[in-house]
Each structure stands twice: as C-alpha cells, then as structure tokens.
C-alpha cells in the first residue's frame, strides 16, 4: 500500500515533535508538511493532495473544530487535544479519531488501524474470516519469576503496570510479571480489553460499575484518566448501542 501523505497542524512545537516522531516510525504515513498556523495548512490543502490530517483542536484565531467546519470535503481528520469536552461535537464531524493528549504510541498505532480499515475495507474483512474460521486464542503464557502460567482471559479482571512490572488481577491472586503496558494491550483482543489509566488495562465485561469517572471491579475502584477517558467512554457508548 502507498504511504498516505499526511500533514499535522498544532500550534504548540512540542506537540509537533511528538506527532512527528510517531509518524516517522510507520512506514504506511508520509508527513509532507507541518503548521503551526491553520490558515497555511488551509492554503497548503488547496494546492497538494492531503489524505490524513492530524488536527489539534485548541489554536488561537481559527480552532480545529472551525478549520473542518471550513472545508466542504476535508481528508480523514484526527483530532488532538489536551481537553475532553470536545468528543461529542468531533464525532459529529465523522473524524477518524479524538486523540487525548498526552498522546502516547499505543493509543496513535489504535487510530492508524482505524484509518487502514477505513481505507482497506477487506484489511477487516480477512480478519473476521480468520477469527471465523481459526479458533480464537483464549490464553497467554505469562512469565513469572521462574515460573511460566497460563492465564485465560476471561479470568483477567484487569492489569496493573509499575515501573518494568506488569501484574495480572485474578478473581483470587494475582501474577507478577516484566514487561510494559504497550505491549501487553498488543497482545490482548482489543474487543474485551480497554486501557482507561497508564497504569491500567481493564477487561470490559468484568466492570461492575462506572462513577465519579472511576470503574468497579471485583470490589476495586481504577481511576479513569483524562488521556484514556473519551476512547473509554466512547467504547461503551459503542457497547450500548
């Protein structure tokens, strides 16, 4: 497949750093450009074919929210913002994506595949034939110390990350374990399990209940951080319907 050209506009320089290390690491995007002033890049999108925008919502003068509304027919659009109350309106614009700042690699790999699917509709579809003709993987094998444990999934009722450790909460104990959060989410189905915290992956079937943007499992409350909150709330609002 073609690299997507793709351009991102922020007015802060460090946010663009950040966009741009990540976008530089996956051989599917091509930057073409970057712009601290919105009504350059509006410019610059008249002349050159852009086909992925990366979009931050809180610029003086002209928002991102009002650079979308401008533009009859815009690129697929990914939204990045340090705020969350923006989700609502961002998805009535059909983005691809609403990125919480900080944003971290994990969470812009999750909007990359949202836009290849969107672009490669059979990219999903051979998915599903695999899962459907594949029996689905239902364990991991976990190294604990000297020790190597299978863990099933529908027995995880969350993960919890410190420093290099990732611990694994089962109804009745739990396993330590190295390793990093990121990787761990890449090796979870992404249909039972959300991370709502940096420290904290949760499997969704297993939470008992939802306040004071923290979740119930099992007797334990995990906080919901401002990061992971609108990705969160818009999954369960997905699961509802």
């Known amino acids: 497949m073609k690299p997507l050209n793709c351009i991102i506009i922020d007015d802060e320089p460090r946010a663009i750093e950040i966009m741009e290390s990540y976008v530089s690491q996956l051989d599917s995007l091509y930057l073409m450009q970057t712009f601290r002033n919105p009504l350059k890049a509006f410019d610059f999108l008249k002349q050159n074919k852009v086909e992925l925008i990366f979009l931050d919502i809180n610029m003086p003068n002209v928002s991102g929210i009002q650079f979308l509304k401008s533009m009859p027919s815009p690129p697929l659009t990914i939204l990045t913002t340090a705020y969350s109350e923006y989700a609502v309106e961002s998805y009535q614009l059909n983005v691809v994506d609403y990125l ?76 330590l374990s190295l390793g990093k959060m990121s990787e761990v989410l890449g090796i979870l189905p992404i249909e039972r399990f959300i991370r709502i915290h940096k420290s904290y992956i949760v499997q969704i079937d297993k939470i008992n209940s939802i306040e004071n943007n923290q979740v119930e499992i099992d007797g334990s409350r995990l906080s919901i951080s401002q990061t992971y909150k609108s990705d969160f709330y818009h999954r369960i609002k997905t699961i509802e319907e």
């Open 100 to 175: 919480l700042k900080p944003i971290e690699f994990d969470r812009f790999l999750q909007s990359m595949n949202k836009v290849l699917d969107l672009l490669n509709p059979s990219r999903s579809d051979s998915i599903h034939k695999t899962t459907s003709t594949t029996p689905a993987k239902n364990h991991i094998f976990v190294k604990s110390g000297a020790k190597i444990e299978r863990v099933d999934f529908n027995d995880i009722l969350y993960i919890e990350g410190s420093g290099n450790y990732i611990s694994y909460q089962l109804k009745n104990r739990k396993i």
